[in-house]
């Protein structure tokens, strides 16, 4: 079945950057996302990539996809105190197929 | 455009009660998801409704019930609930199955079971 694994907890100082990895199992996986949650909220959408991608960038963010050792990383850019939360990284086989397959999550805590 | 919207936010109910949670997706998405989230087992997925219709379900009792109505809005039911069945529900919404839309998250009910 689907398995994605992410390490617990990161922490980092603020300005500097931090790179969440994720490691998945499906190979047929379409669609790789990074999900924020921040403390008694929701899931924020952050970011996707397809999985014909290798490299996908938006503002802050990067995020790598190693498609040969299903590895994915979010590289986040001058990290600000605001960046503390959880992060999810999260497959699905995308279309017509919305169930979504969450990894453990990684706490970020970044040190002013 | 208004986001998801779940009711009611907090829940307290107690062993072998039912409970209804409610979600209303963004305007104009018709496919609804449930996923409950624990500190245990993570964010688990619990099933997806498109056009009234269940069309994926996770690995989860027959206690764990949805339905969605004719205007997209989804409740979920859990019935003779039990003290592992405290967690956050989380809903997303998208606009169909085979949109390339991804899935958009309410901000979740939390349910404690005493």
């Known amino acids: 079945g689907e398995d994605v694994e992410q390490s617990l907890f990161l922490s980092v100082r603020e300005g500097d950057s931090s790179v969440i990895n994720c490691t998945y199992t499906?190979?047929?996986?379409?669609?790789l996302y990074w999900y924020k949650q921040e403390p008694g909220a929701g899931l924020q959408l952050l970011t996707y990539?397809?999985?014909?991608?290798d490299m996908k960038q938006d503002q802050r963010l990067t995020v790598l996809l190693n498609k040969k050792d299903k590895h994915l990383s979010l590289r986040i850019a001058d990290t600000q105190t605001g960046d503390s939360a959880i992060y999810f990284c999260?497959?699905?086989?995308?279309?017509?197929?919305?169930?979504?397959?969450f990894g453990t999550g990684t706490k970020l805590q970044v040190i002013p | 455009k208004a986001g998801v919207t779940q009711t009611p936010r907090y829940l307290i109910k107690t062993r072998g009660q039912q409970v209804t949670l409610s979600c209303s997706p963004i305007?104009?998405?018709?496919?609804v998801s449930w996923y409950q989230q624990t500190p245990g087992q993570g964010l688990q997925f619990l099933f997806e409704?498109?056009?009234?219709?269940?069309?994926n379900k996770g690995n989860f009792p027959g206690r764990f019930s949805g339905r969605q109505f004719s205007n997209s809005r989804s409740e979920m039911n859990v019935s003779t609930l039990e003290l592992g069945d405290s967690a956050l529900y989380l809903c997303?919404?998208?606009?169909?199955?085979?949109?390339?839309?991804?899935?958009?998250f309410g901000p979740g009910t939390r349910l404690t079971v005493l």
């Open positions: 997303a919404s998208t606009a169909a199955p085979t949109s390339t839309d991804t899935q958009y």
């Open positions: 499906d190979s047929s996986s379409t669609y």
């Open positions: 990539i397809f999985s014909n991608m």
């Open positions: 999260a497959e699905s086989r995308g279309r017509g197929y919305q169930k979504v397959t």
């Open positions: 305007s104009g998405h018709r496919s």
């Open positions: 409704y498109f056009s009234e219709t269940q069309r």
